[in-house]
């Protein structure tokens, strides 16, 4: 099955660790979404959602990955509440189309308040940066603000990860 992936799950490392079986195919393209991280996280930070907006000129970037249909389970329990997931066209940036499943936010886990944490930021960000996202895209990502993370074990497990 596919599944596009335009958050935290970008960075490579953190997704395998959620879905052993997870390959990237290629770049992807939402077309009529715009990104947001105004999903409240249990942990009480802003996760990332693909909101739909209708404009023709909004997307959001990401990658389609291929996996195994029995991982989908794990990949919902890690996602975690707050999410639905829906199944969607998605444009390979390769000229591609596939048929991909997503998670979007429930309007009532949307807080337009909401910040990231910045180890949550950073998987995104090195996320685009290893798939080599459109420079344009990447500033985007960078200039959103984020907040530290005051609990330090989990902070330190997430940027374990991003090092690795």
């Known amino acids: ?68 249909p029995e991982e989908k389970t794990a990949l919902d329990a890690a996602e975690g509440p707050g999410y639905r997931v829906h199944n969607t066209a998605v444009n390979g940036m390769d000229g591609t189309r596939h048929e991909a499943f997503i998670y979007v936010a429930c309007s009532d886990a949307i807080d337009d308040s909401q910040k990231p944490f910045c180890w949550y930021k950073a998987f995104v960000v090195h996320g685009a940066r290893h798939f080599k996202l459109p420079p344009y895209y990447i500033q985007q990502l960078e200039t959103v603000s984020a907040i530290p993370d005051t609990d330090t074990r989990r902070e330190s497990q997430n940027r374990r990860i991003l090092e690795s």
């Open 1 to 68: 099955m596919k599944y596009f992936a335009y958050g935290s799950n970008m960075h490579v490392q953190r997704f395998r660790r959620r879905v052993h079986s997870g390959k990237p195919l290629c770049v992807g393209s939402l077309e009529k979404h715009a990104l947001r991280f105004h999903k409240k996280g249990t942990d009480g930070s802003g996760k990332c959602n693909a909101f739909y907006t209708g404009e023709a000129a909004d997307r959001v970037l990401g990658i389609i990955y291929e996996m195994a």
